[in-house]
């Protein structure tokens, strides 16, 4: 159970799920962390932060209840620990804990299959028209006129309200796109992806329009780079490597001589493919000066990006892009790549979870059927305290197999998790 607490409440053994206030107010650069120092307690206190989230099933409970506040709910600790017969190492290890997050129970479930797929129709239509409408807008920007924003205010309205409903909708039919499709849908997908971010991260609802048009517009700069580049298969020279990294330039001046466009926009325009350790371009601009706006748009870029068709790369599945998104050192803020995990509700390739017949598992992917639902490699039973034959199990086509939990592999005796989930996914598995 997550419950809101003063500061003045903190105590060793709590497990800190969030802090209140902006997360650069804060001195940690993980907001979600277990509180064994006092010192780290001294830290908050002597910052800004007013008041903390505390996971109660993952620490120390508060005695006096404060206001508990609405999210996702713990699972109940297993009934069974593990015995400790074949890992040694485990018995010094306290009982492994287990939580649920909001990936366990997707906000789809709240829709019968009729009023799903009637969203599922309306999605459509909403893409359609934005795909229209982001034509429309390119081409007047490629013949050198001002562009009209206002005109797509409607389309981010329209798109907010699908994510709203169920993210998964309008994200699944968005990442159907052809490759002649890219350009234009690249943008209503991160539109999509950037709302969806916004409401996971808690922004007011006008600058949540603000962060979906920057997405819709962030690549109008596109226009200026001939269609020989875009879709050249082999590799760039240094003269189209250099009018590539122009794009950003070019859509910020489009986007400044036009009118009603919003600073959120025309930074997100400029600054998208910066990283946070300064090798992006094209500022070459680090973290200190790179906006909440800047961060969340690089994310919603490079997951549309690698999980798209393009002409010059196989697309990776959701699970397996956010995989290799979360091991590139330096590019993204991992904070908010963490909040946009969670509001994708599509958990990574290599995560360790536990299935409802006391199984551990690993991820592999997502379903075919439901991208929420992911597809597992069993490999070991918390029962018997042993490995078992490695069994691949699709969750949305099984619905006798759920998953209760993720898990931290470190609680179950994992020391090195990386090197372990590697061999696991190398090895052969019955379906
Ligand atoms: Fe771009």
Excluded at 203 to 208: A, I, S, V
Excluded at 319 to 346: C, K, N, T, Y
Excluded at 382 to 399: F, H, L, Q, V, Y
Aim: aromatic content about 6%; some cysteine.
């Amino acid at each position: 159970m997550l419950r809101k607490i003063l500061i003045s409440q903190l105590e060793l053994g709590m497990f800190v799920h969030s802090m209140e206030g902006s997360w650069f107010d804060h001195p940690f650069w993980r907001s979600r962390f277990l509180l064994n120092d006092r010192e780290q307690i001294e830290q908050i206190v002597s910052s800004d932060v007013k008041r903390v989230t505390i996971d109660e099933a993952r620490g120390k409970k508060l005695l006096l209840p404060l206001e508990p506040v609405e999210g996702p709910k713990a699972a109940e600790p297993s009934a069974r620990a593990p015995k400790l017969t074949r890992l040694p190492e485990l018995s010094a290890v306290a009982r492994p804990r287990s939580y649920l997050r909001d990936v366990a129970k997707p906000d789809f479930n709240r829709l019968t299959p009729r009023e799903r797929a009637a969203e599922v129709r309306k999605a459509s239509g909403t893409i359609k028209r934005s795909r229209a409408a982001v034509m429309a807008l390119f081409e007047d920007a490629r013949l050198g006129n001002t562009v009209k924003s206002r005109k797509l205010a409607p389309l981010v309205r329209q798109i907010s309200r699908s994510v709203n409903i169920d993210p998964t909708i309008i994200l699944n039919i968005s990442r159907m796109k052809t490759k002649d499709e890219y350009t234009y849908l690249h943008s209503v997908s991160v539109c999509a992806l950037m709302v969806n971010l916004a409401r996971k991260m808690g922004f007011p609802e006008q600058q949540m329009h603000d962060i979906g048009m920057a997405g819709l517009l962030h690549d109008v700069g596109k226009t200026s780079i001939p269609e020989s580049i875009l879709s050249k298969p082999g590799k760039l020279d240094e003269s189209e490597w250099i009018t590539i990294r122009n794009h950003p330039q070019r859509g910020h001046d489009i986007l400044a001589a036009s009118e009603d466009v919003s600073n959120i926009a025309l930074e997100v325009c400029l600054r998208h493919h910066e990283k946070m350790d300064g090798t992006g371009y094209p500022g070459g601009i680090a973290a200190d000066n790179l906006s909440i706006f800047t961060r969340m748009s690089t994310i919603c870029d490079v997951y549309d990006a690698i999980t798209s068709q393009r002409s010059y790369n196989t697309p990776l599945s959701a699970s397996e892009a956010l995989a290799e998104m979360q091991s590139w050192s330096g590019h993204f803020d991992q904070l908010i790549l963490r909040d946009f995990v969670d509001s994708l509700g599509i958990l990574p390739v290599g995560t360790l979870v536990r299935l409802n017949h006391d199984e551990l598992a690993m991820v592999i992917g997502e379903s075919s059927t439901n991208y929420a639902a992911p597809i597992v490699r069993s490999f070991r039973s918390i029962e018997s305290d042993r490995d078992i034959a490695p069994k691949d199990i699709d969750t949305g086509r099984n619905k006798s197999r759920k998953l209760v939990a993720i898990e931290e592999p470190e609680n179950w005796g994992f020391t090195d998790w990386p090197l372990f989930s590697a061999k696991l996914l190398s090895m052969p598995s019955a379906q």
